[in-house]
């Protein structure tokens, strides 16, 4: 192929794609513009959702398995201040298991102390059988100071009584280090496992504390949905839960905002100073103002579909009891007055 065929095949190529794109960015930019206009208003559906909220979960309880027995659960929608009782489990089990490891530790303490008694006692023993080993050498040296008085035999007696005295209170200094050594190792053995056995207490202790799940600040109760006889429902007391599940959410409901997904063409109404009116699903006719606070800078689609949105939140402006998280609404969201210039979304 020549030269010239290869350059008159881009020209066929390359023309139409040039038209097109001259075509189609003045219109994406005048749908920007329209989107950004004032008086114009989309349509949106989304969810409330609280601004400060906390996930209260089942407790984790440390040295056992297994699932917990909800006894109390305060009601759903109910207003707590910070310090209030929201759940408490069922803590037979762990009583029994706090007195067995009081109980041993209580044993373990009686052992160094009864211990100790007995090694004062054998401290005692040795410093007297100390002195009257030195009060048989003292006797001993008194003794062979007669030997020019003396006959031969009853001199040599008196130096074997005399090395002996002096040998047994040699042995009697060495042996009594030696037993205070070992004394000492075998109370440190028995203070380490009743230290370990108070660390087992301490857990116990803890582990009690958990079973009673307090408020962590002044809000409102918001229960979560948990799996239950074969269903998802709120948790009922004797259910039987696993540790680190989901159990209620703590919410501020003086700060709500509504997050809702706005289509790709509609996106240039994302801009600082636009609202919204908002209508709750479930009182049609209770309505709410709310004003654009962020928003994804980029429009991602769920897989499966090629439908791109921008993630959004809109500020509530006042609280209203009937206001709870995860209620479904509907938005009518209008762009800033006078609002030009390309789509600026912030996070």
């Known amino acids: 192929m020549t030269g010239h065929e290869i350059a008159k095949r881009l020209r066929r190529f390359v023309r139409p794609n040039l038209i097109m794109r001259r075509i189609a960015f003045p219109a994406f930019v005048c749908a920007i513009a329209l989107a950004q206009n004032s008086g114009h208003t989309v349509r949106a559906t989304g969810v409330i959702r609280a601004v400060h909220s906390v996930l209260v979960q089942v407790p984790q309880i440390q040295g056992q398995g297994g699932q917990l027995t909800l006894a109390t659960l305060i009601e759903n929608g109910a207003t707590v201040h910070e310090g209030d009782s929201v759940a408490t489990f069922d803590r037979t089990n762990q009583i029994r298991l706090l007195l067995e490891a009081q109980s041993k530790f209580d044993d373990l303490s ?78 440190k053995i028995l203070e380490l496992q009743r230290d370990r056995q108070q660390v087992a207490v301490d857990r116990e202790q803890t582990n009690m504390t958990k079973l009673a799940v307090k408020a962590q600040w002044n809000g409102m109760v918001a229960l979560e949905n948990v799996w239950r006889n074969n269903s998802m429902g709120h948790a009922q007391e004797g259910d039987q839960l696993w540790p680190g599940q989901p159990l209620l959410r703590l919410f501020d409901p003086t700060e709500m905002e509504v997050e809702t997904d706005v289509g790709e063409p509609d996106g240039g109404i994302l801009v600082p100073g636009a609202t919204a009116v908002v209508h709750l699903d479930a009182f049609p006719d209770v309505t709410f103002g709310a004003r654009f606070t962020n928003s994804n800078p980029v429009a991602t689609s769920p897989l499966g579909t090629s439908v791109k949105t921008f993630s959004a939140s809109f500020r509530l402006d006042r609280s209203d009891p009937h206001l709870l998280p995860d209620l479904s609404v509907a938005l009518d969201i209008t762009g800033p007055p006078q609002a030009t210039g390309p789509r600026e979304a912030s996070r």
Do not use: C, T, Y
Request: proline share 1%; hydrophobic share 35%.
């Open 110 to 187: 009686h052992q160094v102390d009864q211990k100790q008694a007995e090694h004062n006692s054998n401290a005692e023993k040795r410093s007297s059988d100390l002195l009257s080993a030195e009060a048989d050498l003292k006797k001993a040296e008194i003794e062979i100071r007669k030997g020019p008085i003396l006959s031969d035999i009853d001199r040599q007696k008196n130096e074997v009584k005399l090395k002996d005295a002096q040998e047994h209170v040699a042995s009697l200094k060495r042996s009594s280090a030696f037993h205070d050594q070992a004394e000492m190792a075998e109370i």
